[in-house]
């Protein structure tokens, strides 16, 4: 009859690895179990062309379970075997072939996913040489493919899971994160030009979303809260908070007011807002102080009489108005309404209030 399991367990001898092994030597082909085993010196054409490995072998082989199956080594695979070997493997892949759309944006998606900690001798956090590595890296992708909003956005996203630790925020605030992050807000979330400068009315982009309906794309979204997510680390830290919230807030504004049907980029947006005004009272007055030279359309309606008619001709508070027209959008009566950007957006009105500044939590 047929043995029993047992029995078949004690006749296999060897492992799947060791009978992959066995088959190499047997044959031509070259097999795989795992993407870790792939040789990572393969390499790829462009993404703009069909994948093809340049080497001896055009193909690898892999079982699914018995079954063995021809694959074709592309980018993704590649990023797949460096992300299982560790990060360094992966900041070598990036930057091997930095010209690969596919290559840098799958490998800033995998660098999203490690946490890069280190703790010295008496356990306190340090900033690794692989988190130095990444950043730079990070910023350097930033400035090649500032133009393509999908690869930027993604390297965004590395730098926010690298900003999760105070130790790399300091190793960030060295460097110029900042300029890279006006620059795209420039480019992809201010409609009026020629732009003059991102502390400019918002009044413009109010209006052309009230004359023309249009969708974001998705990676333009998901570079607009990486920006709102990695501001909002950043200001966490009480002795760089005010030079985080003097640059910061307007391209949150910004982005805010370019993406006001994506309730995601508001909530974050609130969150990054609220921690530039927590204990900040330089960065509430600049976001609640009003600006001269402009009518009353997005005011509150205050009709009182003013003697010296200086009040007639001041610009309302723009961060108030966004709020405002956030909670006009995302109420409890509307359609789209939105419990958790409701109360981020209650929460952060209260800071902009008189003395809100001195509120006792942070995100």
Not at 121 to 134: F, L, Q, T, W, Y
Request: with cysteine.
């Amino acid at each position: 009859g047929t043995p029993g399991k047992h029995i078949l367990r004690e006749q296999r001898v060897k492992t799947v690895r060791e009978f992959i092994l066995d088959i190499n030597e047997k044959n031509d082909k070259i097999y795989f179990h795992r993407p870790r085993d792939i040789d990572l010196n393969f390499n790829v054409q462009s993404s703009r062309q069909k994948s093809k490995i340049k080497n001896d072998t055009s193909n690898l082989y892999t079982f699914d379970g018995l079954v063995c199956k021809e694959i074709k080594v592309d980018q993704y695979l590649l990023v797949r075997a460096a992300y299982e070997r560790g990060p360094s493997h992966l900041m070598d892949i990036i930057e091997s072939d930095p010209k690969d759309l596919c290559m840098v944006y799958f490998g800033c998606k995998a660098l999203a996913k490690f946490k890069f900690e280190k703790r010295d001798e008496e356990g306190d956090c340090v900033a690794s040489p692989e988190a130095k590595r990444c950043c730079q890296l990070c910023l350097n992708i930033i400035d090649n493919w500032s133009h393509k909003h999908i690869v930027a956005g993604a390297a965004f996203g590395a730098m926010v899971e690298l900003s999760t630790s105070y130790s790399n925020r300091l190793l960030i605030y060295q460097t110029l994160w900042m300029e890279k992050i006006t620059y795209c807000v420039k480019n992809y979330f201010i409609m009026k030009e020629p732009v003059k400068s991102i502390q400019s009315s918002i009044r413009d982009t109010f209006e052309i979303q009230q004359q023309y309906q249009r969708k974001l794309p998705m990676h333009q979204s998901e570079m607009g809260i990486n920006i709102c997510r990695l501001i909002s680390n950043m200001a966490h830290d009480e002795k760089n908070r005010l030079r985080v919230a003097v640059k910061g807030m307007g391209s949150i504004s910004w982005i805010m007011a370019y993406c006001m049907e994506n309730p995601t980029i508001q909530l974050y947006g609130c969150f990054a807002l609220y921690n530039c005004l927590f204990r900040n009272e330089m960065a509430h007055y600049q976001a609640t102080r009003k600006r001269k030279g402009a009518d009353s359309n997005y005011g509150d309606g205050n009709d009182d009489d003013n003697s010296n008619g200086d009040a007639a001709n001041e610009e309302p508070m723009e961060m108030i108005v966004l709020i405002q027209k956030i909670l006009h959008r995302y109420d409890g009566q509307s359609d789209e309404y939105d419990e958790d950007l409701v109360s981020a957006a209650n929460k952060l009105l209260k800071a902009l209030e008189p003395n809100g500044w001195r509120s006792m939590m942070v995100h």
